[in-house]
């Protein structure tokens, strides 16, 4: 097996790699600290707690002049590409990924807001189904060519969604701004690479994610818009595949509670399959709550169950009033 030179200089002597990383923290800093970075990274901090766009100069400007964003990626270029030329094996202290056509690298985050470049490599692509989540989200184009299209999700005066497009040019120098809780940005093509600067702050309690079919508008699927309610409804299933019954009753309490309908509807299920009697009186007691949010689904859902099980019954005339 041949070993490169340069990684077998790193097997001998692992000094050389922390040397490479310390070398990149202090490029970090410095970026950070220049001229064109430092205002928007502040401004970045204000954004995340809440502050309006208007209120950060620094950070809006790069979503709507044409100076602005250029300056932040090129001030990214001139500190890291020297040290990377240097030290080929130096990992510039971002989170990246790479899926497909698609990479992204997370410049900076603070509170519930996050500044990522996006790049996607020349394509086409189609899409069966349109995202929403509650979130507010501002881009630049900063390089490439491609079209896209946004894609508005409406209600009718009944409730039912309606879906309407809208096509665009991705050009550099193009600007956007969505609320992403109504409109999302799907890329059609790419004829060159096609690279994006893109700010996006999530909701203070967002409402639950959605995907809609393009087809003829309807929910597929629906998740929770929290991280943190995602981790617990994660932490939920796992009890429930471990079959914990003692966590059950602790499951039916959280569907009762207040809070975020998914995870609290993720906590009737397992309470359910852990343990029927505990399960079943948590949802009756919810379907018994007309404010509820829950209430025609838990309805729903006990009829279901009496009519699969008569024998529940029974267990429904020892429920509270």
């Excluded at 929290?226 to 796992?238: H, K, V």
């Excluded at 809070?259 to 007691?285: H, I, K």
Aim: glycine fraction near 6%; proline fraction near 6%.
């Amino acid at each position: 097996m041949r070993i490169d030179p340069a990684i077998a200089a790193l097997r001998a002597d692992r000094s050389l790699q922390q040397q490479a990383q310390m070398a990149m923290g202090a490029t970090c800093t410095a970026w950070r600290a220049d001229r064109a970075v430092a205002a928007a990274i502040g401004d970045l901090d204000r954004y995340g707690n809440g502050a309006p766009l208007e209120a950060c100069p620094a950070l809006e400007a790069m979503f709507t002049d044409q100076v602005t964003a250029p300056e932040l990626t090129s001030a990214l270029m001139r500190h890291f590409l020297p040290v990377l030329r240097d030290r080929h094996f130096a990992h510039p202290p971002f989170r990246h990924s790479h899926a497909g056509a698609l990479s992204t690298l997370l410049l900076a985050r603070s509170g519930r807001a996050c500044l990522t470049i996006h790049a996607r490599e020349p394509g086409q692509w189609s899409y069966d189904f349109a995202g929403y989540s509650d979130a507010l989200r501002h881009e630049a184009v900063l390089a490439g060519e491609g079209e896209g299209r946004i894609v508005r999700c409406a209600r009718h005066p009944d409730g039912t969604p309606q879906l309407d497009n809208e096509t665009i040019q991705l050009t550099p120098g193009g600007r956007l701004a969505l609320d992403l809780n109504s409109e999302t940005l799907q890329v059609m093509s790419a004829r060159v690479r096609l690279v994006t600067l893109r700010l996006q702050r999530e909701a203070a309690s967002p409402a639950p994610a959605r995907e809609h079919s393009l087809q003829d508008g309807r929910v597929l699927r629906q998740a929770s818009g929290s991280i943190r309610s995602s981790r617990q409804e994660m932490m939920l299933a796992l009890l429930g595949r471990m079959k914990r019954a003692e966590a059950a009753p602790v499951m039916a309490e959280m569907a009762c509670e207040e809070g975020d309908p998914s995870l609290r509807w993720q906590a009737m299920r397992e309470s359910l399959a852990l343990d029927t009697a505990a399960g079943f009186t948590a949802l009756v007691a919810l379907a018994r709550r007309p404010h509820d949010p829950l209430a025609r689904a838990a309805g729903a859902l006990r009829a279901q169950l009496v009519e699969a099980h008569p024998e529940l019954l029974a267990l429904e005339a020892t429920c509270p009033a």
